[in-house]
């Protein structure tokens, strides 16, 4: 690949990775408006319902899914790595909600988000990720580490005091267990990406495994009848949850680019500047910590703010041509164990198109980003739930900053608008 | 000759199952659910 188009490529997944870091943020604000009476499960379980609406009507708006077909063809096995990462996420999410509800989403979020100090173990271990990258970017990758550890540690420190006694550590154990799931989750994702998929393609099928995984969990945890009654009480907040799953989403597919481009030991730890949105979504917004002592604020203040610090050092130690080169061996590697051509495996790692699939137009349609009737169909259906949603919707009786909520809405939207047009530009999102 | 779908199948999925790769996400996610069920 040549150095300019590298560095390209390295700048847009870094780019990538900080508009995830805000969509992935703001995902978790409205469940904050979701009455607590509600199981975690059902919560969670509804959450998945938008994420798998986003999931399907965001690439056929993108690309539409004539490409999914496309890349299924290439590389089948992908479906079973894709449908794993799913499960791993619905379970992962589920935990999150009792984070939430046990210590509060300005603490939990930078626990689960110690899962980059894992993505670093597993893509250096598996993927050769900083294989050949010199002492500085090391340095910057392990100190970031560091630091991101010591700040999850001074917020769980924090915890003690903000949770309902006695269920801290269960808020602190469950934020955990999801750092490492979505840490482990990424090991499909570098698989997937290494091979040459399209992130929206991955998502189809991550969903699949995230819906299954999801009813499998409620309807076992909760009982099929009791579960219908308590998803038909919950359809006044059904929007919000949906909302959330939604937003989610957009977060996830940016994070899906970032790993993409720069690799997953610096793609998550950029896409986890989440911690900070969701600081000043839980603060500013829903006056989380109001009326906590000075070394409350102190704690989580310097604690989100070193992992924040950790975070740069890592996104700072980009990958050189020769580390790249050796991202390349294990693309070649992965190649070879599930016969997918050379040709697509290379042009997937560049971000640009396969000639043998666009000039052949192997199942494509004649414009390689027309729209099918499937996708005009997804789009509409999905639109018509939201709407529908939205008038039963209602907004709990809740102390919220509105001003403040418009404001980091607009700055969310004004990220993926040039992070989507960068994409757009430099790969047509491939 | 173009291999049969059923053989490319089995050739997929002996790939997969001897992919460390496959057994470590799997045995997280085992962990995560048995986390959860001590959760709920």
Known sequence: ???????????????????????LGGAEAPIKLVNPDISPITVSLIMVFGVFL?????????????????DVRQAPHLIVWAVLAGCMWAVANTLTIYAIRNVGLSIAFPLWNTNSLLGIFWGFLLFNELHYAGWKRWLGVLGGAVC???????????S???????????????????????????????????TGMNPLSFITFFTVGEIVTMTGLAVSYRGATPLWHELVGAKSVMFWLMLGGFVWVIGDLFQQYATKYVGISRGIPLSNTNQLWGLLWGIFVFHELRGGGQTLYAQVAGGSLLMALGAVAIALSSATAREHASWQDAADREGQRYGVEGEYVRAGMEGRATPSAEIQGRGLPADPNARTLLDWLLILVTTGLFATLAVMARLPHIDIALGWAIALTMAMLALLATCAAALWRTTRFR | MSMSKGHRSRNMFHAIATDLHFWIPFAVLL???????KLR
């Open chain 1, 54 to 70: 986003a999931r399907w009507s965001v690439p056929a708006f993108v690309r539409g899914t004539s490409h999914v077909r496309n």
């Open chain 1, 1 to 23: 690949m040549p150095a300019t188009r590298l560095r390209t490529l390295q700048a847009l997944g870094i780019f990538c990775g900080f508009a995830a870091g805000a969509w």
């Open chain 2, 31 to 37: 962990g995560g659910l048995f986390l959860l069920d």
């Open chain 1, 160 to 194: 003690a005091h903000q949770a309902t006694p006695g269920k801290a550590t269960l808020g602190v154990l469950a934020a955990l267990g999801a750092g490492i799931l979505w840490g482990t989750m990424y090991i499909p994702y570098r698989k997937a990406y290494l």
């Open chain 1, 148 to 158: 991101m550890f010591g700040g999850a540690t001074l917020l769980a420190i924090a």
